[in-house]
Nanobody, 125 residues
Framework: VQLQASGGGSVQAGGSLRLSCAGP????????MGWFRQAPGKEREFVSA????????YYAEAVRGRFTISRDNAKNTVFLQMNSLKPDDTAVYYC???????????????????WGQGTLVTVSS
């Protein structure tokens, strides 16, 4: 199973980008979906997650208030709207799918079953 992430690019600080993640098919509309990121020399970290119904949503403190996660289950697609971008947001962003039930553990890499290939976001000062 492969997720397809897209939408990365280069922007200046204060700019915006919207990432998209296409699921493999109808079954992914029932998954909890998440976004992670990995900056150069750092470990991959949690960014945001969304339950299959579209709520609740979860955010890392570093992006809360600037990023918004959403999903369109009819299109098997999850979005990450990123506003007020900062140089510290520079990273490869990965989408992830969790086919297991439950929302108690969503912040670790091992909490997800499927991963996309990553899309690079570069924010210049």
């Amino acid at each position: 199973v492969q997720l397809q992430a897209s939408g990365g690019g280069s922007v200046q600080a204060g700019g915006s980008l919207r990432l998209s993640c296409a699921g493999p098919g109808h079954t992914s509309s029932a998954w909890t979906m998440g976004w992670f990121r990995q900056a150069p020399g750092k470990e991959r970290e949690f960014v945001s997650a969304i339950a299959w119904r579209g709520s609740p949503t979860y955010y890392a403190e570093a992006v809360r208030g600037r990023f918004t996660i959403s999903r369109d289950n009819a299109k098997n697609t999850v979005f990450l709207q990123m506003n007020s971008l900062k140089p510290d947001d520079t990273a490869v962003y990965y989408c992830a799918g969790r086919s297991r039930g439950g929302l108690s553990a969503l912040y670790g890499n091992a909490d997800y079953d499927y991963w996309g290939q990553g899309t690079l976001v570069t924010v210049s000062s």
